[in-house]
């Protein structure tokens, strides 16, 4: 693998080959000596030009167990707020000796540009770009589900026939986008909950069911809800009445929440906005896997880094 830019196209062996390794990767994650040397003299250079919590620090964390040099660079504060042009950047970052660039950006395509552009001969993983990808938040996603499904026998299997509803803002969603691709390459089953302003045009073409009740979503049971994050900050018009109305309709309310088969798990990719996607009984329950996100998100960050600094990068173009 020489770049993580989306997961539109990535087939399923590889998919369940990356879900595999990841496996690898918690097991050792679960030690009392966390970190593998495995990357030893590499340099990993986080390069956010977007806010992020959980994956900037996940990232930060999978290098660091790797054993490889990790550098931060927020794009606020730095040259880049003084109009330093993501070449530029680059081109440092590329003096500087960088092996891997994980890269989130809030225009859609900044990572492929990157990695097109001969400015830098590093791998590039994709950290987010605006509304377009974010794929390893689905793969993280993905191994999340296929351990709580099948636990310690996970190693090679996929997704076959898994009912996943995503619900709320799609349009707005790399999450979302990333996650249809993937979920679906595994044999997932996938149906889309929105507001119709919510649904991206084209949704048509997408591999999903597409639909506006959450309520009678909810009566098929599925084995997956995920609720999305109402994204705010990318919202130049209103998109729906008002909060309130919005979470009466598709919010997962405690009430909702009860309804649920005890089985069915609630997934969230956060930061999650309490009390109107989700509430916080539902975002806190035993059901929801919203603290195992996080955890499997460094073991599966672990295993991208690993597919792509380890021998097997070597000679290729
Ligand atoms: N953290 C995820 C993202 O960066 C989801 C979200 O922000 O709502 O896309």
């Given at each position: 693998m020489r770049h993580l830019l989306t997961t539109k196209g990535l087939d399923r062996d590889t998919a369940i080959g990356i879900l595999d390794v990841a496996e690898e990767?918690?097991?050792?994650?679960?030690?009392?000596?966390?970190?593998?040397?495995?990357?030893r003299g590499k340099t990993v250079v986080n390069l956010f030009f977007e806010d992020s919590t959980r994956t900037r620090i996940s990232f930060e964390a999978a290098a660091k167990?790797?054993?490889?040099?990790v550098i931060n660079f927020a794009a606020k504060g730095s040259s880049v707020?003084?109009?330093?042009?993501?070449?530029?950047t680059a081109q440092t970052l590329a003096a500087i000796g960088a092996d891997a660039v994980v890269i989130r950006h809030p225009a859609s395509g900044a990572p492929t540009v990157l990695a097109r552009?001969?400015?830098?001969?590093?791998?590039?993983?994709n950290a987010g770009d605006?509304?377009?990808e974010h794929p390893t938040q689905a793969l993280l996603d993905a191994f999340t589900i296929?351990?709580?499904?099948?636990?310690?026998?996970?190693?090679?299997?996929?997704?076959?026939?898994?009912?996943?509803?995503?619900?709320?803002?799609?349009?707005?969603?790399?999450?979302?986008?990333?996650?249809?691709?993937l979920l679906t390459a595994l044999g997932a089953v996938i149906t889309l909950i929105a507001p119709a302003t919510l649904l991206p045009i084209g949704v048509g073409h997408w591999p999903v069911a597409v639909g506006h009740s959450l309520d009678r979503a909810l009566e098929t049971n599925p084995d997956v809800?995920?609720?999305l994050r109402i994204q705010s900050e990318r919202m130049q018009a209103s998109f729906f009445p008002n909060a309130r109305e919005y979470s009466r309709q598709w919010g997962l309310d405690d009430e909702r929440m009860a309804r649920l088969y005890p089985t069915t798990i609630v997934m969230h990719p956060g930061p999650i906005n309490r009390g109107l996607e989700i509430s916080s009984a539902a975002a806190d329950s035993a059901q929801s896997t919203?603290?195992?996100?996080?955890?499997?998100?460094?073991?599966?960050?672990?295993a991208v880094l690993y597919l792509l600094l380890s021998g097997e990068r070597e000679g290729l173009a």
């Amino acid at each position: 693998m020489r770049h993580l830019l989306t997961t539109k196209g990535l087939d399923r062996d590889t998919a369940i080959g990356i879900l595999d390794v990841a496996e690898e990767m918690a097991e050792a994650s679960a030690r009392t000596v966390k970190k593998l040397p495995t990357l030893r003299g590499k340099t990993v250079v986080n390069l956010f030009f977007e806010d992020s919590t959980r994956t900037r620090i996940s990232f930060e964390a999978a290098a660091k167990r790797l054993s490889a040099d990790v550098i931060n660079f927020a794009a606020k504060g730095s040259s880049v707020s003084k109009g330093e042009s993501l070449k530029d950047t680059a081109q440092t970052l590329a003096a500087i000796g960088a092996d891997a660039v994980v890269i989130r950006h809030p225009a859609s395509g900044a990572p492929t540009v990157l990695a097109r552009s001969g400015w830098i001969d590093a791998g590039i993983i994709n950290a987010g770009d605006g509304t377009h990808e974010h794929p390893t938040q689905a793969l993280l996603d993905a191994f999340t589900i296929r351990r709580r499904l099948h636990g310690d026998a996970s190693r090679g299997k996929g997704l076959d026939g898994v009912t996943v509803t995503i619900v709320g803002d799609i349009v707005h969603s790399r999450v979302a986008r990333s996650n249809v691709w993937l979920l679906t390459a595994l044999g997932a089953v996938i149906t889309l909950i929105a507001p119709a302003t919510l649904l991206p045009i084209g949704v048509g073409h997408w591999p999903v069911a597409v639909g506006h009740s959450l309520d009678r979503a909810l009566e098929t049971n599925p084995d997956v809800v995920m609720m999305l994050r109402i994204q705010s900050e990318r919202m130049q018009a209103s998109f729906f009445p008002n909060a309130r109305e919005y979470s009466r309709q598709w919010g997962l309310d405690d009430e909702r929440m009860a309804r649920l088969y005890p089985t069915t798990i609630v997934m969230h990719p956060g930061p999650i906005n309490r009390g109107l996607e989700i509430s916080s009984a539902a975002a806190d329950s035993a059901q929801s896997t919203v603290l195992e996100q996080v955890t499997n998100g460094v073991s599966v960050r672990m295993a991208v880094l690993y597919l792509l600094l380890s021998g097997e990068r070597e000679g290729l173009a």
